[in-house]
C-alpha cells in the first residue's frame, strides 16, 4: 500500500473512515528528495509539515558566524518541521536538510487547515503531535542540563542506532552540545571499555 506507514502513523491516535483517509491523501504531495537536499532554508516561509515515509533527515539553525547547531532528527515514520515558525507562518529558523534520500510527505498548512475542517479528527492528531514534540524537548532540555555528554550519546545512540552511522560526526557533536574533538574522545574511551 503506498501511503501504508503514514496511515499506520494517523492510526496510532485517531481512527479514519474511507473517506477521511481520501481528504487527508488528495492533500499530501509526495517527493523523492536526493541526500544532502535542502526542503527548508532559514529565511524561508515555513509553511508545510513532512512525514518522512522513507530516508532521514536533520533540522539545523545556522548562526550568523556560519556554525550549525542540530536542534533535531526525523527518521522513518516521523513527522518535521520548523514548528514554531510553521503554526504562525513565519519565515523559518532553521534549515531541514536529507541525510540520505529521503522519501517524504508534504502538508500544506493552508491544507491542514482545510483538513481541520473537513475531517475534525486531525485536530486532535495534530494536537497529540504537538504534545509529544514538546515532551521529547523538554526532556532533552533537562537531558542537557543534568547529563553528561557521554550519557547524551548513550541516549542518541538508543533513540537513532541507524542514524549515528549515517551522519557526520560534527552533526552529532553539535546535536549533543559538545565539539566533535570531545565526541571522538567518548567514542574512543566506549571503545576500549
Known amino acids: 500500500m503506498e501511503h501504508g506507514l503514514i496511515l499506520e502513523n494517523i492510526a496510532k491516535h485517531i481512527t479514519l473512515d474511507d473517506n477521511e483517509v481520501a481528504e487527508f491523501l488528495k492533500l499530501l ?9 535542502m526542503i527548508l532554508t532559514q529565511g524561508q ?8 515515509d522513507t530516508g532521514a533527515l536533520r533540522a539545523f539553525y545556522l548562526d550568523v558566524s556560519g556554525r550549525e547547531s542540530t536542534i533535531m532528527f526525523a527518521i522513518k515514520d516521523w513527522w518535521i518541521t520548523d514548528m514554531y515558525c510553521f503554526i504562525n507562518a513565519l ?4 534549515t531541514i536538510d536529507t ?22 479528527k ?3 492528531f495534530f ?33 537513532y542506532p ?17 565539539t566533535p574533538e570531545f565526541l571522538s574522545m567518548i567514542k574512543r574511551k566506549k571503545r576500549k571499555s
Open 122 to 124: 486531525f485536530e486532535r
Open 29 to 37: 504531495k509526495k517527493a523523492k528528495i536526493p541526500r544532502r537536499s
Open 91 to 94: 519565515p523559518a529558523m532553521l
Open 162 to 178: 541507524d542514524v549515528a552511522n549515517k551522519v557526520k560526526q560534527k552533526q552529532i557533536a553539535s546535536y549533543l552540545g559538545i
Open 127 to 159: 494536537r497529540i503531535l504537538m504534545q509529544n514534540a514538546y515532551i521529547r524537548e523538554q526532556l532533552r532540555m533537562i537531558q542537557n542540563l543534568s547529563l553528561t555528554a557521554e550519557e547524551r550519546f548513550d541516549i542518541f545512540l538508543n533513540k
Open 99 to 120: 541525510i540520505e534520500e529521503s522519501v517524504i510527505y508534504q502538508l500544506q498548512k493552508n491544507d491542514l487547515e482545510k483538513l481541520y475542517l473537513t475531517v475534525p
Open 45 to 52: 516561509l515555513c509553511n508545510s509539515i513532512y512525514f518522512v
